[in-house]
């Protein structure tokens, strides 16, 4: 492992496919990085056993059991110091300290900025983009701020919405891009490729 490997921390609230995603690539040798530190705002999620299962290191931060700000404390004294925090199904807002901004990625089911914001994540999405009538949908990978699904994007990746389509199988179809779209940006990041520039993200 290089001097330069990438320290992330990685956000999650469910299932933790997205975690599981990176560590396969990081194994594989095709993104070089290590995932420092799982954590979790739940305790009883799919994601907690997986990632320790996959031997990675796991903090639960229950969001049920702390106060805002012990909440806000807890999750960044938890990630303490990494490179990028990736965050991976993550539905609580964690407040940004000032010292990470631009080190804090997330991942969303959509084509950002629409079909974003609280509320929307998971099978709410793919249902409200269903609704819509769109003949397109995607996945966006972003710099986060202090609002839900918001910030310069990074990555897009774009898929079809087919005739027939469920919101179980447009999800599938998204993810498949996820699993593409997520390593790519978290690349770019450690190749010092991508910045955060005010309201842009910047990429050389």
């Not at 492992?1 to 690539?25: F, H, P």
Request: charged residues 20%; glycine residues 10%; aromatic residues 6%.
């Amino acid at each position: 492992m290089s001097q330069e490997t990438l320290r992330l921390a990685a956000l999650i609230s469910g299932g933790g496919r997205t975690v599981l995603n990176l560590q396969e690539r990081i194994e594989l040798g095709l993104l070089d990085a290590r995932i420092q530190i799982v954590v979790s705002s739940r305790s009883d999620v799919a994601g907690v056993g997986r990632a320790r299962d996959a031997g990675l290191p796991v903090t639960v931060v229950d969001r049920k059991a702390h106060r805002d700000e012990a909440f806000h404390a807890g999750i960044t004294e938890a990630i303490g110091d990494v490179d990028l925090v990736c965050m991976a199904g993550f539905l609580s807002l964690w407040r940004i300290p000032d010292a990470y901004t631009g080190r804090v990625i997330n991942i969303h089911p959509a084509l950002l900025p629409e079909f974003g914001g609280a509320g929307m994540y998971g099978h709410h999405v793919h249902d409200a983009v269903l609704a819509a009538g769109r003949t397109e949908s995607g996945c966006t990978v972003h710099f986060c701020d202090n609002q839900y699904d918001h910030g310069p994007v990074i990555v897009q990746r774009r898929v079809p919405v087919l005739p027939g389509d469920t919101p179980d199988v447009l999800a599938a179809r998204v993810f498949e891009q996820e699993c593409l779209a997520y390593p790519e940006a978290v690349e770019l990041f450690a190749q010092k490729r991508v910045t955060l520039d005010g309201n842009r993200a910047v990429i050389r």
